[in-house]
């Protein structure tokens, strides 16, 4: 009982603490190269991560991908490990190849989104526990540059691509070239004050 009520008494904490914008979670770490108002210019580590793809709109795939990638790190793997939480979320909107069931043999190209959890510095993909749900998989990232805007409020597709355009613009003043399309980078749960949220989108570059 007494366990029951630290570990409810521990979780209504932490969702007070997002709902007024204070961050627990912790953040991978990079260097800041360049900063111009709500513009860096980053460079992060190697990093693990677990990703899904769920084929559904922006809203069906932010509650499906999530519940599949928190399943994983609260114990939905082999070891029946639990992993801490990190920030940020990411999202991208993206095509798969999918495969059909029989008696369809072929593949087929499925429009969703792509939804990752960054997992803590000190798990390797040698080390970590295997995901027991298919739909979630483990990938190394190489270590890489990033351009980032902030900005907060609720997240959608449309605001994700114009903060982009935003954030393209600067990218090519500074003489640098997009590697890979923009994603979403969500810091809160869904239950903290939308303007009290930190977003970004972000910007492989080289």
Known sequence: MKKTLAALFSSLTLAACSLVGIRTSPE??????????KIELRQYQPQLIAETFVSEDYDQAGSAGFR?????????????EKIAMTAPVLQEPTSRQIAMTAPVLQEKTADGWWMAFILPADITIDNAPRPDNPDVR???????????????????PEKMEAESRELEVWIGKQGLHAT??????SYDPPWTLWFLRR??????VE
């Open 28 to 37: 991978p770490p990079y260097e800041v190269l360049k900063s111009d108002g």
């Open 68 to 80: 599949r990638l928190a399943g994983y790190i609260f114990g939905g793997n082999r070891e029946n």
């Open 138 to 156: 483990l990938r190394e990232l190489p270590a890489k540059k990033l351009a980032s805007l902030e900005y907060s409020g609720l997240n959608s």
């Open 180 to 185: 890979e399309p923009p994603k979403m980078a």
């Open 199 to 204: 977003n970004e989108v972000q910007i492989q």
